[in-house]
């Protein structure tokens, strides 16, 4: 009799989590469903000083707030990859909140093994075209939720 006690026990508590989980991830949209995500441009990179194997960049990120609530960003995490290949890695901790529909540049400070670098040299070798594809990752993290928000831009650079 025991066995059935428990097997009763284990689905109750299994449909509770469930129904939390459900209850949780509705309430979200519940909350603002005209939410978009904001979107993070890059728009400058200069590199810095180098030492060993790694080089640093000042690199100028642009994060656009298109909602009509504030966007409080508590840290966030980035990577710059040219034509597949992760070239800049960089994390930044409490931006400044960025008002309702507006845009905010900031500057933060990323590094890159000098080894990728080359990867990435040697492949544009390999391709006669002029075309640089690139991909920026960016994950963003809000004080109040645990789970960040994940943003990617990507496209193509005419070199000269």
């Known amino acids: 009799m025991s066995c ?15 129904t939390l989980l459900v209850t949780l991830l509705s309430s979200c949209a ?10 993070v441009h890059l ?3 200069e590199p810095l000083s180098s030492s060993g194997f790694e ?13 009509s609530t ?10 710059l990859k040219l034509n597949g290949e992760k070239v800049i890695t960089g994390v930044a901790g409490q931006i ?3 008002s309702p529909y507006s845009e905010t540049i900031f500057q933060v400070e ?28 960016t994950k963003l993290r809000s004080g109040w939720w645990p789970v960040p928000v994940h943003v990617v831009e990507s496209g193509e ?4």
Not at 113 to 137: H, W
Not at 157 to 160: F, G, R
């Open 55 to 67: 080089q640093r960049f000042k690199v100028d990120l642009k994060i656009i707030n298109p909602n």
């Open 43 to 45: 728009v400058r990179l």
């Open 4 to 18: 059935s006690v428990g097997a009763f026990d284990r689905s109750a508590i299994r449909l509770s989590v469930v």
């Open 96 to 98: 400044a909140e960025i």
């Open 70 to 79: 504030t966007l409080n960003v508590s840290g966030m995490s980035y990577t």
């Open 110 to 137: 990323a590094s890159t093994n000098i080894l990728a670098g080359l990867r990435l040299i040697s492949s544009l070798f390999d391709k006669p075209g002029r075309e640089l594809r690139y991909e920026l990752e």
């Open 157 to 160: 650079i005419t070199l000269p």
């Open 30 to 39: 519940l909350f603002d469903p005209a939410y978009e995500k904001p979107a």
